[in-house]
């Protein structure tokens, strides 16, 4: 396959995670160019990863075949007519902005070919998951680059509607917040029956870890795993019975709900 031309819009957190996995895929560090307002972070990066920084946006998208977007979505308003006009027209426009829909993107940089997609934070480790979807004017050529890119991460999801994305988004984009939050609260409830907090830590962690690793494998339901654990009176009885009266399942779906809608929310036009 062929290596693209990568312009970075945003070298944060997520942006660096895309830039180590694309050079660990095989893309030569003199293919990729990235924006950076701050000296320090230019610097930093250009040390460990051997790549081009720069502090203008339009210096990174200039000879680029793939312009990725990894910026918070508040900034959308500001950087997409600085580009406006200025991205190449054979580039691909790859957006992983929370929110931003392809005719903000399109409209914005008056651009034809654009792909939003949603990662989430495990592609810090090469372990996330991508949706991904493209409209029509997206070649054969370019859709090779985008899921070459998102497969950089982990896994990548194409779905043949944008409606979905923000259903991703609830989903995989903010749910490794939903398991800090439970493996927290398990970490804090065995400290509060008397565990050692270095243990209750070893134990929530493995046990998140395991019970993730054992369902893949199974291929088993949810619902039919549990209940090979539950026995008729005993102490995961007991538990899962206390969790379900609390509202724990009814928690998570108005968390996720709360996501989505929010995610829609930061795709409106602002007026």
């Given at each position: 396959m062929?290596?693209?031309?990568?312009?970075m819009i945003?070298?944060?957190?997520?942006g660096?995670?895309?830039?180590?996995?694309?050079l660990?895929h095989?893309i030569?560090?003199s293919?990729?160019?990235?924006?950076?307002?701050?000296p320090?972070?230019?610097?930093?990066?250009?040390q460990?990863?051997?790549?081009t920084?720069?502090?203008?946006?339009r210096?990174?998208?200039?000879?680029?075949?793939?312009?990725?977007?990894?910026?918070k979505?508040?900034l959308?308003g500001v950087?997409l007519?600085?580009?406006?006009g200025?991205?190449?027209s054979?580039?691909?426009?790859?957006s992983?902005?929370?929110?931003?829909?392809?005719a903000?993107l399109?409209?914005?940089?008056?651009?034809?070919?654009?792909?939003?997609?949603?990662?989430?934070?495990?592609a810090m480790?090469?372990?996330g998951?991508s949706g991904?979807t493209?409209?029509?004017?997206?070649?054969?050529l370019?859709?090779?680059?985008?899921?070459?890119?998102?497969?950089?991460?982990?896994?990548?999801?194409?779905?043949?509607?944008?409606?979905?994305?923000n259903h991703?988004?609830a989903?995989s984009?903010s749910?490794?917040?939903?398991?800090?939050?439970?493996?927290?609260?398990?970490?804090?409830?065995?400290?509060?029956i008397?565990l050692?907090?270095?243990?209750?830590k070893?134990?929530?962690?493995?046990?998140?870890l395991?019970?993730?690793?054992?369902?893949?494998?199974?291929?088993?339901?949810?619902?039919e795993l549990?209940?090979d654990?539950?026995?008729?009176?005993?102490t995961?009885?007991?538990?899962?019975n206390?969790?379900?009266k609390?509202?724990?399942?009814?928690?998570?779906?108005?968390?996720?709900?709360?996501?989505?809608?929010?995610?829609?929310?930061?795709?409106?036009?602002?007026?």
């Amino acid at each position: 396959m062929t290596h693209p031309r990568i312009g970075m819009i945003g070298a944060g957190m997520m942006g660096e995670a895309m830039i180590g996995g694309l050079l660990a895929h095989g893309i030569p560090a003199s293919h990729i160019t990235a924006s950076e307002p701050r000296p320090d972070r230019r610097e930093a990066m250009h040390q460990q990863y051997g790549i081009t920084m720069v502090a203008s946006n339009r210096e990174a998208v200039a000879t680029a075949d793939v312009v990725v977007f990894a910026i918070k979505p508040q900034l959308a308003g500001v950087v997409l007519p600085e580009l406006n006009g200025h991205i190449p027209s054979s580039a691909l426009v790859l957006s992983i902005m929370a929110g931003i829909t392809i005719a903000t993107l399109r409209d914005g940089l008056n651009h034809a070919a654009v792909v939003r997609a949603m990662p989430n934070t495990p592609a810090m480790i090469g372990a996330g998951i991508s949706g991904w979807t493209a409209v029509p004017a997206v070649t054969d050529l370019q859709k090779s680059w985008a899921q070459q890119v998102l497969s950089s991460l982990g896994q990548a999801v194409y779905v043949d509607d944008e409606y979905y994305i923000n259903h991703v988004t609830a989903v995989s984009g903010s749910g490794p917040a939903y398991v800090f939050l439970i493996l927290e609260a398990m970490i804090d409830a065995g400290v509060s029956i008397g565990l050692p907090r270095h243990l209750a830590k070893q134990l929530a962690e493995q046990n998140l870890l395991g019970s993730m690793q054992y369902a893949l494998a199974s291929r088993k339901h949810p619902a039919e795993l549990r209940n090979d654990v539950t026995s008729p009176a005993g102490t995961t009885a007991a538990g899962v019975n206390a969790m379900e009266k609390a509202g724990l399942r009814t928690a998570v779906t108005e968390g996720i709900k709360a996501a989505f809608e929010r995610s829609i929310e930061l795709g409106k036009p602002k007026h």
